[in-house]
């Protein structure tokens, strides 16, 4: 089923900071603030909440709506990490398509304080407390250098090609003013800094810290009314716990769903402007190329290799620099390639990318519950005018 | 609380893992099968993932494996590896079907073949650690963790512990530590009365009594079994090895 009368709009990001003495709730306010003044909406006319966040506890979604004194009528909490925003726009579109809600706020925020990081992974999930956190304390540092291994192995990636991705998306972070890491990466810096968890280096991996992510999903018409500027949804899907049997997860869910997402969406991969990717590790990144058809499995490392992922390159990609470079909070970092894909089709984005056909794909990953990343979602999203 | 994190890895795991702990007092390699439909699984879970099946039982399996992925590790967020680094682990692709994250002791070579066991490591618990099926010379990284002194194997002539004799994994411990010719254990009691029927069965059993409101391994806890404490007392070899059988 499509998604007729269904508009996406108000993609914001409340700056990030390393750390913060500020609560989840208070990014979540600050989220909401930007999107009822973006929108000119006022707080009562939200009556649909998409939240995700790790750092609410004791409080859930619903105890937000007390504190910040909202009355919707439909609530998700969605607590896929790295899905989260995928997986917001999914539910929050039918909810808005059905008519259960009118304007879905999509809000993911976290906070990060020096031993919250440490506490989130120590318990993360009941398998990674069990089989993987006591061997070696390094959390998802450790999963994905095991991953990283592997595909290194298998399919001859090399420790330049990782360090490309990470280098352009450095570059493109220099044009947006709220990434955290804004200081010119050279491949030399890359290979030279320290290592973390073998292959993987310093700036092959995510830097925790605080901040939020947000977007509303309304009714087609009422965006109209409202005149801002708006996207639309072509095609989605999400998986959970795909390929259980690999030995060592070398492809995501996104495979399983990539022919019904594009043929969903009538278009091809060729056809997108721009690839926001989600990228807390350079590898996840060339899984997805792969998984989502821009190239065949194995063919990563040649694919990074040919194309330049600037704002003008051959396969512009996450031209906000990611969260490599804006840094990772929580699971708003499940939310930015989201936001970042709408503000580009919104021209709203202060790294514009050239659009041809005004069209866009966003996917997320998420939940390292032990060895491997359980959540793969993607949405592929236009330009209203198209 | 005391925390002797700098001293002890992670601590915390789920009841279904006490079979790991099984598994390290009695030098067997189990896993849990299902009783159902055969199938092997890891990590331990409380119903089989293949056929939902509720009926799980530990059970010896194959030992070996192939070693699929290997990471060194050199920035941890805990204090006990971070004094420990680099510390290498890998994933097993095991003779038995499930992927294994595993201590690698030197000389596992990424593609070969390694041989698994469950060893308890210094938090008390169970873990899986592998080595290599045949030695490889010249592979043995100099300085790299873990060795086999991090983790406990043979309990013969070794001065041993069980938090709580009294639990249903610490009656196993015992029974599993006894039958590998130990001579005494040490176990904790946290029965009100202090006398279980179950402390007639060996003279081998020294009994002492543990207050249940205090958790191993703090001071509180030594204190009330009137144990040296191996913090304050700055003896940290009171015992070889600890078993934390406490639910």
């Given at each position: 089923?499509?998604?007729?009368?269904?508009?996406?709009?108000?993609?914001?990001?409340?700056?990030?900071?390393?750390?913060?003495?500020?609560?989840?709730?208070?990014?979540?306010?600050?989220?909401?603030?930007?999107?009822?003044?973006?929108?000119?909406?006022?707080?009562?006319?939200?009556?649909?909440?998409?939240?995700?966040?790790?750092?609410?506890?004791?409080?859930?979604?619903?105890?937000?709506?007390?504190?910040?004194?909202?009355?919707?009528?439909?609530?998700?909490?969605?607590?896929?990490g790295g899905a989260?925003?995928?997986?917001?726009?999914?539910?929050?579109?039918?909810?808005?398509?059905?008519?259960?809600?009118?304007?879905?706020?999509?809000?993911?925020?976290?906070?990060?304080?020096?031993?919250?990081?440490?506490?989130?992974?120590?318990?993360?999930?009941?398998?990674?407390?069990?089989?993987?956190?006591?061997?070696?304390?390094?959390?998802p540092n450790?999963s994905f250098a095991l991953l990283t291994?592997y595909y290194?192995?298998?399919?001859?990636a090399?420790?330049?090609d990782f360090?490309?991705l990470a280098?352009?998306q450095?570059?493109?972070?220099?044009?947006?003013?709220?990434?955290?890491?804004?200081?010119?990466?050279?491949?030399?810096?890359?290979?030279?800094?320290?290592?973390?968890?073998?292959?993987l280096?310093?700036?092959d991996c995510v830097?925790?810290?605080?901040?939020?992510?947000?977007?509303?999903?309304?009714?087609?018409?009422?965006?109209?009314?409202?005149?801002?500027?708006?996207?639309?949804?072509?095609?989605?899907?999400?998986?959970?716990?795909?390929?259980?049997?690999?030995?060592v997860q070398d492809k995501g869910g996104w495979s399983?769903?990539?022919?019904?997402?594009?043929?969903?969406?009538?278009?091809?991969?060729?056809?997108?402007?721009?690839v926001q990717t989600y990228d807390d590790y350079p590898v996840i990144s060339m899984l997805q190329f792969e998984d989502l058809?821009?190239?065949?499995?194995?063919?990563g490392?040649?694919?990074v290799?040919?194309?330049?992922?600037?704002?003008?390159?051959?396969?512009?990609h996450n031209?906000?620099?990611g969260q490599l470079?804006?840094?990772q909070?929580?699971?708003?970092g499940g939310?930015?390639g989201?936001?970042?894909?709408?503000?580009?089709?919104?021209?709203?984005?202060?790294?514009?990318?050239?659009?041809?056909?005004?069209?866009?794909?966003?996917s997320g990953f998420g939940m390292i519950?032990?060895?491997r990343g359980l959540c793969s979602a993607a949405?592929?999203?236009?330009?209203?005018?198209? | 609380?005391?925390?002797?994190?700098?001293?002890?890895?992670?601590?915390?795991?789920?009841?279904?893992?006490?079979?790991?702990?099984?598994?390290?007092?009695?030098?067997?390699?189990?896993?849990?099968?299902?009783?159902?439909?055969?199938?092997?699984?890891?990590?331990?879970?409380?119903?089989?993932?293949?056929?939902?099946?509720?009926?799980?039982?530990?059970?010896?399996?194959?030992?070996?494996?192939?070693?699929?992925?290997?990471?060194?590790?050199?920035?941890?967020?805990?204090?006990?590896?971070?004094?420990?680094?680099?510390?290498?682990?890998?994933?097993?692709?095991?003779?038995?079907?499930?992927?294994?994250?595993?201590?690698?002791?030197?000389?596992?070579?990424?593609?070969?073949?390694?041989?698994?066991?469950?060893?308890?490591?210094?938090?008390?618990?169970?873990?899986?650690?592998?080595?290599?099926?045949?030695?490889?010379?010249?592979?043995?990284?100099?300085?790299?963790?873990?060795?086999?002194?991090?983790?406990?194997?043979?309990?013969?002539?070794?001065?041993?512990?069980?938090?709580?004799?009294?639990?249903?994994?610490?009656?196993?411990?015992?029974?599993?530590?006894?039958?590998?010719?130990?001579?005494?254990?040490?176990?904790?009691?946290?029965?009100?009365?202090?006398?279980?029927?179950?402390?007639?069965?060996?003279?081998?059993?020294?009994?002492?009594?543990?207050?249940?409101?205090?958790?191993?391994?703090?001071?509180?806890?030594?204190?009330?079994?009137?144990?040296?404490?191996?913090?304050?007392?700055?003896?940290?070899?009171?015992?070889?090895?600890?078993?934390?059988?406490?639910?």
């Open positions: 089923m499509k998604y007729d009368g269904v508009a996406v709009a108000v993609p914001v990001t409340v700056p990030y900071e390393r750390f913060s003495d500020k609560s989840a709730q208070w990014w979540i306010a600050r989220a909401l603030k930007m999107l009822l003044d973006g929108s000119g909406l006022g707080k009562d006319q939200i009556d649909g909440l998409a939240l995700s966040s790790f750092t609410l506890t004791p409080d859930t979604p619903v105890s937000v709506t007390q504190h910040l004194g909202l009355s919707p009528r439909w609530l998700d909490g969605i607590a896929l989260s925003g995928v997986v917001a726009l999914r539910r929050a579109a039918r909810a808005v398509q059905t008519g259960d809600a009118s304007v879905v706020a999509c809000v993911a925020a976290d906070t990060n304080r020096p031993e919250s990081f440490r506490s989130l992974v120590t318990s993360f999930s009941r398998f990674a407390q069990d089989a993987s956190y006591p061997y070696g304390g390094a959390g450790a291994d290194m192995r298998t399919y001859g090399t420790a330049e360090g490309k280098v352009s450095r570059a493109n972070a220099s044009a947006t003013p709220w990434s955290l890491l804004q200081k010119p990466l050279t491949l030399k810096n890359y290979l030279d800094a320290r290592p973390i968890a073998d292959p280096r310093l700036f830097m925790p810290c605080a901040g939020a992510e947000a977007f509303l999903v309304m009714r087609d018409d009422m965006a109209q009314d409202l005149g801002i500027p708006h996207a639309r949804i072509m095609g989605t899907i999400e998986r959970h716990n795909a390929f259980s049997e690999d030995v399983v769903d990539a022919a019904e997402l594009w043929s969903s969406a009538g278009v091809g991969p060729k056809d997108t402007d721009f058809g821009f190239c065949g499995k194995g063919e490392p040649d694919f290799r040919a194309h330049d992922f600037g704002v003008g390159g051959t396969f512009p031209t906000s620099g470079s804006t840094g909070a929580g699971a708003a939310h930015l989201l936001v970042e894909g709408l503000r580009q089709l919104t021209g709203a984005a202060p790294n514009p990318v050239h659009l041809v056909n005004g069209i866009g794909l966003v519950n032990y060895d949405a592929i999203l236009s330009r209203s005018s198209s | 609380m005391t925390t002797l994190s700098d001293s002890r890895p992670p601590h915390a795991r789920s009841a279904a893992a006490a079979g790991l702990i099984r598994g390290a007092a009695t030098g067997r390699f189990i896993l849990q099968r299902c009783q159902d439909c055969s199938n092997v699984q890891y990590p331990p879970r409380d119903a089989c993932h293949n056929c939902l099946g509720t009926e799980l039982a530990w059970e010896d399996v194959d030992r070996q494996g192939l070693l699929s992925a290997k990471t060194t590790i050199q920035a941890s967020n805990e204090p006990y590896f971070q004094k420990r680094l680099p510390w290498t682990v890998g994933i097993v692709a095991s003779a038995e079907g499930p992927s294994i994250v595993a201590h690698l002791l030197p000389g596992c070579v990424a593609g070969e073949p390694v041989v698994m066991d469950l060893r308890l490591d210094a938090a008390g618990r169970g873990v899986v650690v592998a080595q290599p099926a045949t030695t490889h010379l010249g592979s043995l990284a100099a300085n790299s963790r873990p060795l086999e002194d991090d983790f406990f194997q043979d309990p013969k002539n070794k001065r041993l512990l069980v938090t709580d004799g009294c639990s249903t994994l610490g009656h196993f411990v015992i029974a599993g530590l006894l039958s590998r010719g130990v001579t005494t254990v040490t176990a904790g009691c946290p029965g009100s009365d202090g006398i279980c029927p179950e402390h007639e069965q060996s003279d081998r059993v020294n009994w002492v009594r543990v207050a249940t409101d205090y958790a191993w391994p703090s001071e509180e806890w030594y204190l009330a079994a009137q144990l040296p404490n191996p913090k304050g007392t700055g003896d940290g070899h009171a015992f070889d090895a600890v078993f934390d059988t406490t639910a």
